[in-house]
């Protein structure tokens, strides 16, 4: 493993500074891979410290100047992208072509972030004869972004490019439980020649999380973890009176009519629940199946046997995440629910110790079930079955969160009627992932997020600056005043 110990980084530099540490343990096998340090305000201040004298430069540089950095950065994820996936494989536990894909779409987001000047051209005109009146787009100042483990890598592009393009100077602080891919990301923007301070890396947990909705210099901070988590920050982050937007946990909910494709609908449930071992916040968690749907459903349980922990499946990410979603199948199946694939009690040859869970079918759940309302976070689909679409949009929305939604239907007029009225941000039709790629922006409803805005795409534009409005006269001898 590259880095047996994770330091901070402040200041372009990387620091122990003798904190408390934890293990970052592997999910594959349950060994040690490294160890991170539980940082605290003191560390913080410094970080803080090295972002506030970096700004002063950073945001002296055009929009133009400051992408330059981003270009060459971005052919350094694709470089060294083999080494960058094998970095998020050890230490999530995904497969190696889901950490793939996560590091290709870090390139995408960095590919947005260096397309910025071309869409925040700021705006003039003449208001009146002689004055004019112009609006810019400004950095907020100093920043934070919280991510959560199951993204190492692709979460914190979801921040970082856009926020530093646009002027702002970056305190990131990644997940405790996967803190490696961090590391290796600000190698990168170093070696992209990326200013020393512009980002800083500030590792830990609860303490230092705190410490960061506290700090009275840092202006506006982006969270993307638990609804739990996410409610704590959001309110604890715009209590001191900063910007925040805060994502938080899932209940994604697909409704398959009976004249949806069979093959289709069945492929890309059972691959919309399982990827990432059901551990994405955009995860198929729940079917509602309309009327007559076994066929689709027999289909569902041929593709998920097809399906094999530690080839095709990656392990969850720790004993704790193991032991809670095979508690939620035991319970819905002593609730009356039918387990027709059973991903429990699973081993995998030579990984005996790693957390690994295999894809779960379980029919006939009811809503008021545990495993119907609460985020599983694991590669479980639980059933529900409905009358009618009518039935079936309800049950989507009694649902807190509001991640997606998606339907699966042949039908143009029915697909619409979910469209209208699901209660998520981000819909699909036809499709098991909805999340909207770039330049759209990704976000989802009630409690999946907190705060005005999404975090991606063009919607984060707003969120990482603040709008300067200046009114000039320039013609003195016009004797114009403000309503000429
Ligand atoms: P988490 O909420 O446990 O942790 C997220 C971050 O919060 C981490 O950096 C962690 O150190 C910090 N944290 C944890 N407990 C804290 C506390 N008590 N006080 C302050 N900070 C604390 O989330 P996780 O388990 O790392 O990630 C999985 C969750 O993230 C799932 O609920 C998933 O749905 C959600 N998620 C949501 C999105 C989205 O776009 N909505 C995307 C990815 C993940």
Redesign the pocket.
Known sequence: MPYAEVKNYIDGAFLSNGEARIDVLSPLDGSKLSTVPLSNKDTLDKAVESAKKAFISWNALTLKERVQYLYRYRELLIKHADELTELVHSENGKTLGESRAEVDKSVELTEFACSLPQIVANEIQDVSKGVECRSERKPVGIVAS??????PNM?PHWTIPNAIALGNCMIF?P???VPLSAMRIVELLKEAGLPDGVVNVVNG??EI??AICDHPDIDAVSF????K?AK??YRRATSSLKRCVA????KNHLIVLPDANPEMTASDVVASMSGCAGQR?MAAAAMVGVGSIDHIVDLMTKEAKKIIPGENLGSVISKEAKERIERYITEAEEAGAKVLVDGRNVKVAGQENGYYVGPTVIDHVTPDMAIAKE?V?GPVICIIRASNIDEAIQIENRSNYG?AASVFTQSGGLAKRVMENASAGMIGVNIGVPVPREPFS?G?WNE??FGVGDITGKSSIEFWTQVKKTTTKWNAEDRTNWMS
């Open positions: 919280i991510t959560p483990f199951n993204f979460v602080k997940s405790e439980i947990g609860k999380v705190e993307v973890g638990s609804t988590v704590i920050v994502l938080g946990g899932a916040c985020e976070f991640n990704f989802g999946s997020k």
